[in-house]
Every structure is written in C-alpha cells, then in structure tokens.
C-alpha cells in the first residue's frame, strides 16, 4: 500500500514559472523525502524534511511539511526544461523504511 | 565510478527460470533495498537489510529472495521467474543516522 500520494499526476508549464508539487500521507512519520527521477533512471535525493520541521529550501527548491494536515509541498522556482522529470516523495517511518508515492510527472517546456 | 551499481543492467528471460540481480556499493553504508518499479508507478519495497546478519521482508516478498554477502553486496533472486515480474528494479543504500537513500541505476528485467 502506497502512503505517500502526489497530487497532480502530471504538470506541464513553461520555462521560468513556478511548479508546485504536494503529498499527502496517511500515517504518522518520523521524516519525508523527496526524490527525482529522469525517465528509467534511478532516483536521485533533493530534500529531506524532518518531522518537526516545517519549511526547507534548497537552491530552487522549497519545501514544506504540515503535519497536522498530513501534507507536504515541493516547489521548484524559476523551472527550466532540464527540471523535466518525475518527483516523488517517500515518507520515511522510526525502523528506517520509507514508502514512495506513484510520483508527478513535470514537464517543463522551454 | 558510481557509487551504488547494479549488474545487468537489462535482462531478457523465460518463464520459470531463475535470475539474480546483484547490487554493489561503495558508499560504506550499512543498509541496502531492493525496490521494483513498475511503468507510472512509484517503488514498492521487495526486501531490505540494516546489517549483514539483518534481512526483512517489504511490501512484495513473494518470489523473491535475497542474499547479503557482505557490507557492500546485497542480491536479488527471483527463483522462477514470471511475467507480472517484469519491471525495473533499483538497489538503494542509507546510512545508518540518515534516511536519505542511494539508489543505483536500475536493472530492467523482461520475463517473457
């Protein structure tokens, strides 16, 4: 069972806007993770929130943890077409496991 | 050189044979996954270990099995392989104090 899950499945915009991505999940975690991953690749990390975190930012990247919503954004400013790929958040638990959703496709046209 | 590898990277079989995918790391990190990934989907968790002598079950166990050889080698084996196991599969390590995972390139099995 998945316990992450990405809204929106897909996003498409253009060069320069900003792409906002959310997660939401169903039971209580110790951490959420974000990943990307280009087409039949492996999955590389961008950022990890901890769960008494509520805001991190890495270079064009922002991130937000609300816990009592049981929800995380992913924003990724300024987008270029090489942020094209699918991002997935996982919800990482106390034994060290974490659980990815099904992912967002971006598509980012130049 | 990468740091997580995985060996083959595509594979062609038959039905009912038996296949191993093997994951290498030199990373130092003492726990390593096995996720399958299946097309427009997210990985779902097969097997993982925390140490050489530590090794559990994820969320999809049944036909699969795992060896870890050492720190830096954990292997998959699908005893006899079927169709609805064709997928892509990713090695993953984390280090002990850091959730964060490394994942491999992947290996894309077909079983026919």
């Known amino acids: 069972s998945q316990q992450g899950e990405e809204d929106p499945q897909a996003l498409s915009i253009q060069e320069g806007e900003n792409a906002t991505m959310n997660c939401s999940y169903k039971t209580s975690i110790n951490n959420l993770q974000w990943y990307r991953q280009n087409s039949g690749r492996g999955l590389v990390h961008l950022i990890l929130i901890r769960s008494n975190e509520r805001e991190k930012h890495s270079g064009r990247l922002r991130v937000t943890l609300d816990t009592s919503k049981k929800s995380s954004s992913l924003l990724i400013t300024a987008s270029r077409a090489a942020d094209t790929a699918s991002y997935f958040c996982a919800t990482g638990d106390n034994a060290g496991k974490s659980t990815f959703g099904d992912g967002t496709t971006l598509t980012v046209k130049p | 050189d990468a740091d997580v590898t995985q060996t083959p990277r595509n594979r062609i079989t038959k039905t009912g044979k038996r296949i191993m995918l093997e994951c290498s790391q030199t990373k130092g990190h003492d726990r390593m996954y096995w996720y399958r990934q299946d097309p427009g989907l997210g990985l779902r968790l097969i097997y993982y270990?925390?140490?050489?002598?530590?090794?559990n079950k994820g969320e999809i166990s049944d036909g699969y099995s795992v060896s870890r050889q050492a720190q830096a080698k954990f292997s998959l084996s699908l005893e006899s392989a079927i169709p609805n196991q064709t997928a892509l599969y990713f090695c993953?390590?984390?280090?002990?104090?850091?959730?964060?995972?490394?994942f491999g390139p992947g290996t894309r099995l077909t079983v026919l």
């Open positions: 270990s925390f140490d050489v002598k530590d090794i």
């Open positions: 993953a390590t984390s280090d002990l104090l850091v959730d964060t995972q490394y």
